[in-house]
Structure formats: structure tokens, C-alpha cells
């Protein structure tokens, strides 16, 4: 009898291993949360999701980061995005109109600059947008204006200052803030374009300007849940909990501002 009832629980625990597709049991269900979110927010995000998730064992944060406009391009056409945190208003904008959002779930989120970087060695004497036209610039490190938001602003402020075209000349550019960075951090790039944030997290550039606040839209974060979520509750959890304060704190620790 001990043998027999001994195969009937071994054979109990095999179908709710099977059942669990190897992703939760009934002891300990997950729910995963699909997050597409801007380059730039990488580094404060995954400190935030892992708070999150401490606080909430049941769930399990999965990221998506890149440019805004590709992430836009793969919730348009069905990436299985449950959120998606955008570094522009333009790429949440065109998801909108497609009705693509859940109803009452947009809000602004965050706030960042745009500024100049050099490798720390440089040897290049720019100390402000205005000297990206002289000769000894050759390689200016850019988001591409089409889907990396940093890129559009970027253009914005050269435009202010009336060298779009001379910069556009030596522009080489990257398919997100982040790749933009490491070119400067290289130093395969003479300066570069980024945001404070991204800046800030690296110890192989400086930043020698930040660009006026009247030469460029101002740089706000949107977030949203995706119409098209299967997991509306939890998403709708995730996105409050980056707006409460053990976020907002994080946030700002990485020199974003938040939006009350």
C-alpha cells in the first residue's frame, strides 16, 4: 500500500510540473509583464522592476529596450507588448490614433535633457554646440532622427542654432541613445548627443553643454498600457507602481525628474 500510494505522488507531482510549462506551479504562479521601454530608461528600470518584483513575488517584469520608434513599429505590429514607456510624445502619439492604448492609461511620467558629450580625453576644445562646424570635427554621434527621439530633438537644437546642415554632414548615426553613447565612449566619435541621464552613467565622457531649454520640445516620457494586453491588471499594477515614490526615487537617483 505504502509503494502504491507512494507512485500515485510521484505521478501527482510530474502532471503539475508538465502542467506548469515551466514557467509556474500552483505552489508559485508568475505573470509575466512584456515591457517596451526607451533605451535610456535601461539602467533606472531593471533597479525599479527588481523592487517591484521583490514586492511582488507573483510577477515577473520581462524588458524590451530600445529606440522609441522601433518599439512603436513592433507594438504596431503585434510584438505581444503589454507597456510600453516611450522617451518622445510622438511614437506614443501615432500609437493613440491607431488605437493602440488602453483607455485612461497614458500618463507623462518623466522628464530629461538633452546635452553635449566628448570622450574624456578629448583634445578637441568643444565646449558648445556652436563648434560642431569647425574643421577638426569630423565625427558627430547622433540618434537617427526617424525613430531614436534623442535624434529628433537633436535636430531641433541644431536647427536653433542654425548648423543643421554642417552637422548633418559629419553625423554618423546610431539606432538608439545608448549606441550613440558608446561611440563617444570609444571615442569613434568626436562628441555626441545625448540625454543627462545617459551621461550620467558613464564614466568615459564628459558633458561640456546642455542644450537651452527653448531650443527643443521638451524631452517628457509617456507610458502606457497596449490596448492589445492580456494581462491588463498586472500591467496596469507595473505602471502605477513607476509612478509611485520607491520609483520616483530611482528615477531620480539616475537624474530624471518626475512628473507628479
Same mark, same amino acid.
Not at 541613445?177 to 568615459?204: F, H, M, P
Not at 564628459?206 to 537651452?212: I, Q, S
Not at 502606457?224 to 530611482?250: G, H, M, Q, Y
Given at each position: ?79 505581444? #507588448? ?127 553643454? #546642455? ?34 515614490? #520607491? ?14
Amino acid at each position: 500500500m505504502k509503494k502504491f500510494w507512494g507512485m500515485v505522488m510521484a505521478t501527482a507531482a510530474l502532471l503539475v510540473t508538465g502542467c506548469g510549462g515551466g514557467t509556474a506551479t500552483n505552489d508559485n504562479p508568475q505573470t509575466e509583464i512584456h515591457v517596451a521601454a526607451a533605451a535610456s530608461l535601461t539602467d533606472a528600470m531593471k533597479e525599479i522592476s527588481a523592487e517591484f518584483e521583490k514586492e511582488n513575488p507573483n510577477f515577473k517584469v520581462i524588458f524590451n529596450f530600445g529606440s522609441s520608434g522601433a518599439l512603436q513599429q513592433a507594438i504596431e505590429n503585434g510584438g505581444g #507588448t503589454d507597456l510600453f514607456y516611450s522617451a518622445a510624445q510622438k511614437q506614443m502619439d501615432a500609437l493613440e490614433t491607431a488605437g493602440a492604448l488602453a483607455e485612461g492609461t497614458r500618463k507623462n511620467l518623466l522628464e530629461n535633457k538633452v546635452v553635449l558629450i566628448v570622450p574624456n580625453d578629448s583634445d578637441k576644445n568643444i565646449s558648445g554646440f556652436e563648434n560642431l562646424t569647425e574643421e577638426n570635427i569630423q565625427h558627430i554621434a547622433l540618434g537617427e532622427p526617424k525613430g531614436v527621439p534623442v535624434g529628433q530633438y537633436s535636430e531641433e537644437i541644431f536647427n536653433n542654432f542654425g548648423i543643421l546642415d554642417a552637422v548633418q554632414a559629419k553625423a554618423v548615426y546610431g539606432s538608439d541613445v545608448r549606441q550613440v553613447l558608446a561611440w563617444v565612449e570609444s571615442g569613434e566619435a568626436d562628441c555626441g548627443v545625448v540625454y543627462a541621464t545617459d551621461a550620467a552613467i558613464s564614466d568615459k565622457v564628459k558633458v561640456v553643454a #546642455t542644450a537651452p531649454a527653448n531650443s527643443h520640445k521638451p524631452v517628457i516620457y509617456p507610458a502606457a498600457v497596449i490596448k492589445d494586453t492580456k494581462n491588463l491588471d498586472a500591467a496596469k499594477k507595473f505602471l502605477d507602481f513607476t509612478s509611485a515614490e #520607491t520609483a520616483k526615487k530611482i528615477f531620480e537617483k539616475y537624474g530624471f525628474r518626475s512628473i507628479d
